[in-house]
């Protein structure tokens, strides 16, 4: 069983900055690849970003060149920086843990291949 705990939501103005953290507790972290999704009022979530064990990112093309997602192994905890961000960035972020296996397999856009979910942290670019 792995918890997920996300923090560093809240109320940023266009064109500001918020780093999103995720702590992880239970089994091992750095057997996870860690993924970051959000979901906007009567939307579907969506992918946002994903990190392997080793540390390589991917990231949604809506995002690519603003956001960055990190992980530290030691802390057991994934981050992402969100810069330039927009009102359309406006949504409930969420951390989640995926196998290797089903990372390995390419399943990390859709939310299905991940087993754990943190609670998610609320995120509004105000215009």
């Known amino acids: 069983q792995v918890q997920l705990v996300e923090s560093g939501g809240g109320l940023v103005q266009a064109g500001g900055s918020l780093r999103l953290s995720c702590a992880a507790s239970g089994r091992t972290f750095s057997s996870y690849a860690m993924g970051w999704f959000r979901q906007a009022p009567g939307k579907e979530r969506e992918f946002v970003a994903v990190?392997?064990?080793?540390?390589?990112?991917t990231h949604a093309d809506s995002v690519k060149g603003r956001f960055t997602i990190s992980r530290d192994n030691a802390k057991n905890t994934v981050y992402l920086q969100m810069n330039s961000l927009k009102p359309e960035d406006t949504a409930v972020y969420y951390c989640?843990?995926?196998?290797?296996?089903?990372?390995?397999?390419?399943?990390?856009?859709?939310?299905?291949?991940?087993?754990?979910w943190g609670q998610g942290t609320q995120v509004t670019v105000s215009s």
């Open positions: 990190i392997s064990a080793s540390g390589g990112g």
């Open positions: 989640a843990a995926e196998s290797l296996l089903e990372y390995y397999r390419g399943n990390y856009r859709t939310d299905q291949g991940y087993d754990y």
